[in-house]
């Protein structure tokens, strides 16, 4: 479908767009994909290629993004390998990118099925605060990657619906994650809590798991700088989002590595033995910083803590091969909380899941964030304005 070869003469968000679409001729080949699949990667990468087809115009890119959509959702708007009724929250990120298709074609397919996957929140089972479980299979757990996998799509589908009712409880799925995996002591978040205190991994006193991975803050700051797109200024609660946003940027920055600019895999572990940097946090982190500064969440000074990060990245994740062909090295493959294969949540546990390169959860981001770099001057501009 398309030639085996990059130009290097093109943008870095352009090149690493090109190597997936050599990588994955396919779109539902995505995250190494051998059969078709609902799951939040295709739509965090295919959401990260509709915005470079948005500045860029390259017809190929929209085509590759639409045949996923095409593929997965039949005509009456139910989607293949999607059930409602696991109520995860995981299976609700692949939404976001569809609002930009059916705003495309039109096609009346995709108004229902994002009505379909929108009515899963309706009936999604809760904590008493009004906080989605991750997943039905995780009773009472609050996770941070729910927060990124739910809350945008929910916030946008408000915005684009006018559902202005809705807006309390988006602003409510972050107060309260905010609430339940803050750790005082080390002024972290932590990766998720147990509101029950049952799971072998919760603290029995917070409910919070061990740790403060990586990836978990990083799916946490994406969800600020996504769903505040959509959030009207005037809503209540909006101004405490901000507050905890300027949290997370300031433990981003206390937390980045002196001298590459970049985001260890356990945070509240950073340089001890075994720890290693890690690149799909570090690629969120650096979006969430850029797109922060640039819509005024945040103070300008932390557009030096992106650049930084930024530079770290493709000095230290980014390599193209003969053929100029971008790969993203370094990104943990999978990390998570109790399951049938028991997962402790432990240090050893986050520092030896598997590690690979052309992670979904990398290169979306450093798609994401290379649009950022490549806006930068315009941003420079405003903040000097300012």
Same mark, same amino acid.
């Given at each position: 479908?398309?030639?085996?070869?990059?130009?290097?003469?093109?943008?870095?968000?352009? !090149?690493?767009?090109?190597?997936?679409?050599?990588?994955?001729?396919?779109?539902?080949?995505?995250?190494?994909?051998?059969?078709?699949?609902?799951?939040?990667?295709?739509?965090?990468?295919?959401?990260?290629?509709?915005?470079?087809?948005?500045?860029?115009?390259?017809?190929?890119?929209?085509?590759?993004?639409?045949?996923?959509?095409?593929?997965?959702?039949?005509?009456?708007?139910?989607?293949?390998?999607?059930? !409602?009724?696991?109520?995860?929250?995981?299976?609700?990120?692949?939404?976001?990118?569809?609002?930009?298709?059916?705003?495309?074609?039109?096609?009346?397919?995709?108004?229902?099925?994002?009505?379909?996957?929108?009515?899963?929140?309706?009936?999604?089972?809760?904590?008493?605060?009004?906080?989605?479980?991750?997943?039905?299979?995780?009773?009472?757990?609050?996770?941070?990657?729910?927060?990124?996998?739910?809350?945008?799509?929910?916030?946008?589908?408000?915005?684009?619906?006018?559902?202005?009712?809705?807006?309390?409880?988006?602003?409510?799925?972050?107060?309260?994650?905010? !609430?339940?995996?803050?750790?005082?002591?080390?002024?972290?978040?932590?990766?998720?809590?147990?509101?029950?205190?049952?799971?072998?991994?919760?603290?029995?006193?917070?409910?919070?798991?061990?740790?403060?991975?990586?990836?978990?803050?990083?799916?946490?700051?994406?969800?600020?700088?996504?769903?505040?797109?959509?959030?009207?200024?005037?809503?209540?609660?909006?101004?405490?989002?901000?507050?905890?946003?300027?949290?997370?940027?300031?433990?981003?920055?206390?937390?980045?590595?002196?001298?590459?600019?970049?985001?260890?895999?356990?945070?509240?572990?950073?340089?001890?033995?075994?720890?290693?940097?890690?690149?799909?946090?570090?690629?969120m982190f650096v979006y969430s910083l850029f797109k922060g500064v640039r819509k005024g969440y945040i103070d300008k000074s932390y557009l030096e803590v992106a650049v930084k990060g930024y530079k770290g990245i493709l000095d230290n994740f980014i390599e193209v091969d003969k053929n100029g062909v971008v790969s993203i090295t370094k990104a943990c493959a999978v990390a998570g909380l109790g399951g049938k294969v028991y997962r402790s949540?432990?240090?050893?546990?986050?520092?030896?899941?598997?590690? !690979?390169?052309?992670?979904?959860?990398?290169?979306?981001?450093?798609?994401?964030?290379?649009?950022?770099?490549?806006?930068?001057?315009?941003?420079?501009?405003?903040?000097?304005?300012?």
């Amino acid at each position: 479908m398309f030639a085996q070869g990059v130009s290097t003469n093109l943008p870095w968000s352009v !090149r690493m767009v090109e190597s997936e679409m050599i990588r994955c001729p396919e779109s539902w080949q995505l995250d190494f994909q051998p059969k078709l699949k609902w799951d939040y990667c295709h739509g965090l990468e295919l959401q990260s290629m509709l915005d470079v087809y948005d500045r860029y115009g390259d017809q190929k890119i929209y085509d590759y993004a639409l045949a996923y959509a095409d593929t997965m959702v039949n005509a009456d708007g139910t989607i293949k390998m999607y059930k !409602r009724e696991e109520y995860s929250l995981d299976r609700i990120n692949s939404g976001k990118f569809m609002f930009r298709i059916y705003e495309q074609t039109k096609d009346e397919k995709y108004k229902k099925a994002l009505a379909l996957m929108r009515s899963q929140l309706d009936e999604h089972p809760r904590n008493a605060d009004g906080g989605f479980w991750h997943k039905k299979i995780y009773p009472n757990q609050v996770w941070l990657d729910g927060i990124y996998m739910g809350a945008p799509f929910y916030a946008e589908y408000a915005f684009r619906n006018n559902r202005v009712n809705d807006y309390a409880d988006v602003i409510n799925q972050f107060l309260m994650a905010a !609430r339940h995996t803050y750790d005082p002591k080390n002024d972290v978040y932590r990766h998720a809590c147990d509101v029950s205190r049952k799971e072998r991994w919760a603290d029995p006193v917070t409910g919070q798991s061990k740790h403060s991975w990586g990836r978990a803050m990083g799916w946490y700051a994406m969800a600020f700088v996504d769903a505040l797109d959509f959030i009207p200024e005037h809503e209540a609660g909006r101004d405490s989002m901000l507050i905890i946003f300027n949290k997370i940027a300031s433990q981003i920055k206390r937390l980045q590595d002196s001298k590459t600019g970049l985001w260890y895999q356990v945070l509240d572990k950073s340089g001890a033995p075994g720890n290693y940097l890690e690149s799909s946090c570090s690629t969120m982190f650096v979006y969430s910083l850029f797109k922060g500064v640039r819509k005024g969440y945040i103070d300008k000074s932390y557009l030096e803590v992106a650049v930084k990060g930024y530079k770290g990245i493709l000095d230290n994740f980014i390599e193209v091969d003969k053929n100029g062909v971008v790969s993203i090295t370094k990104a943990c493959a999978v990390a998570g909380l109790g399951g049938k294969v028991y997962r402790s949540g432990d240090y050893d546990y986050y520092i030896n899941e598997t590690i !690979r390169n052309n992670d979904p959860k990398a290169v979306g981001p450093f798609i994401l964030a290379s649009l950022e770099w490549e806006r930068l001057q315009d941003v420079k501009a405003i903040v000097n304005q300012k």
